[in-house]
């Protein structure tokens, strides 16, 4: 991104010293007497609390999560939002542009993606992708009730009747979530649904747990008076791996008619992928996992991950706008509509009724880089995983997750921006995140695999340099080492 050249602040902290957050969090005030006044609290703001906030975005080498960080462009934008300060959520036209501004927001994402927007009719601006993932699955709710009871000649549908007397009237008395290696939002969607967490069940394969078996999710499918959401990981947040490749989504998409399923993609940061050159041997497994994502009925994403925007921004893309809006619609406040348009009221289509201009740095971002920079911006990303992971593979020390049988194919042509992996050294795998992230140069998140601790980088920030940051991890990866090896 041409961004990065005007900026190299790759090397500001990755973390704020522990006596800066002791600090900070004893100087924190307590009561509301005596007011600080806007200057006081200015100073407040800047010498107590802002030095001890962490890099996530500010710093190439905060690799913990899947945070983002966000280019000047959009946190140009953002400023602009909060300084405008504008209420998107009725469309407007003859008073504001902002929702126009969202509508064009939501185009050119579907265009980077290679989304035909007038397929996919239902999209919003979300605060992130949990609550992209509740969207896609309250539309998918209302979807396969109704599509049970037309099945069974009767009308049911959980926006009017709620959803007990709804599945009652269509006869249905269970709700699932077929998926494998689901993010926990999935669940955590599940219960704010109604649906419950239970009702994620897991139809992975068991030599390859991040991918779905399409034969255990078609026997899951054939449950009587059960109707069925499934959720796709389009690369999944401990690994990086996708779920389908190009060939199970057509297949995807025949059960799901077949069985009146709801076909669900989690592509919090995966959808990004779909922008990478196709004619690059390099790229074709992570292109083949979000091949044919346009065969899904709704896509979860996040903007403020990959997308690089400040916090919080997801994408909720759904290819059935009447649906959408059968949830989603805000009813009886006639105060509250819309001139009719082309452009739906957000209001109606989405969680939430007031909202941020959150459309704003997407749209900058997507206007100030274009294809072009987000491509740069994504393979920057990608080569400095491949370069860690191909250090840990060279390494006796760490071992690259999940293992692969020897023979098969090049593990390295499988990483995206997550690289998975532990210390051999079962006392040293034990304390290992603790030690990378107490050297403070670089932050790592800690996770399980196979139910051992495991340790895994994100690379998300737009400022990632090879060239800057790779030398810097070795050297962190060394350090902590030191002693083990040739275990
Ligand atoms: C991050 C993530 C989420 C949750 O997104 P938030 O932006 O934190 O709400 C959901 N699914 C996947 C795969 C993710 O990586």
Not at 60 to 70: C, D, E, K, L
Not at 442 to 454: D, L, N
């Amino acid at each position: 991104m041409e961004a990065a050249d005007s900026t190299p602040p790759s090397d500001l902290p990755v973390l704020p010293s522990i006596s800066q957050l002791d600090l900070a969090r004893s100087s924190l005030r307590r009561e509301l007497v005596p007011a600080l006044g806007f200057a006081g609290t200015q100073q407040h703001l800047t010498h107590v609390i802002a030095p001890a906030l962490n890099g996530n975005s500010q710093s190439s080498r905060y690799y913990g999560f899947v945070t983002g960080g966000a280019t000047p462009a959009a946190v140009f934008a953002d400023k602009m939002v909060t300084d405008y300060d504008q209420n998107v959520q009725v469309h407007l036209p003859n008073e504001t542009v902002a929702t126009d501004v969202e509508a064009a927001a939501l185009d050119l994402v579907c265009q980077l993606v290679e989304l035909d927007p007038k397929e996919w009719t239902h999209r919003t601006f979300t605060t992130g992708a949990t609550s992209s993932n509740i969207n896609g699955l309250a539309c998918g709710r209302e979807y396969v009730i109704s599509t049970a009871a037309a099945r069974n000649n009767t009308k049911a549908d959980v926006s009017s009747l709620g959803l007990m007397a709804a599945m009652r009237v269509a006869g249905i008395d269970d709700i699932q979530i077929l998926t494998s290696a689901p993010h926990s939002s999935l669940r955590k969607a599940a219960s704010v649904l109604g649906l419950g967490h239970d009702s994620v069940k897991d139809v992975s394969d068991p030599t390859a747990p991040h991918r779905l078996d399409l034969e255990a999710l078609e026997n899951a499918l054939q449950s009587p008076r059960a109707a069925s959401i499934i959720a796709i990981s389009c690369s999944e947040v401990n690994s990086g791996l996708f779920a389908t490749t190009g060939k199970d989504m057509v297949q995807l998409r025949r059960l799901a008619d077949e069985y009146g399923a709801w076909l669900h993609v989690d592509a919090a940061f995966g959808l990004l992928a779909r922008i990478l050159p196709s004619d690059e041997p390099a790229y074709a497994q992570l292109k083949e996992g979000v091949e044919s994502l346009q065969l899904a009925d709704s896509i979860a994403a996040d903007a403020h991950k990959l997308f690089n925007v400040p916090y919080d921004c997801g994408i909720l893309l759904s290819r059935h706008l009447d649906v959408g809006t059968a949830v989603f619609q805000n009813p009886g406040a006639p105060y509250l509509n819309a001139a009719a348009g082309s452009v739906p009221s957000p209001l109606n289509i989405g969680i939430e009724n007031s909202r941020r201009f959150r459309a704003l740095p997407v749209y900058a971002n997507l206007v100030a880089y274009g294809r072009s920079g987000f491509v740069n911006m994504l393979e920057n990303q990608i080569a400095l995983a491949r370069g860690i992971a191909s250090y840990i593979q060279s390494s006796s020390v760490f071992k690259l997750l999940p293992e692969v049988e020897s023979g098969s194919m090049d593990p390295l042509s499988r990483v995206f921006i997550i690289v998975l992996f532990k210390a051999i050294n079962s006392e040293l795998n034990d304390t290992l995140v603790k030690k990378i992230n107490a050297t403070r140069k670089i932050y790592v998140s800690g996770t399980k695999h196979a139910g051992q601790p495991a340790c895994r980088f994100a690379i998300s920030n737009w400022q990632t340099s090879v060239e800057k940051d790779l030398a810097v991890i070795i050297d962190v990866l060394e350090t902590v080492s030191s002693g083990h090896n040739k275990q």
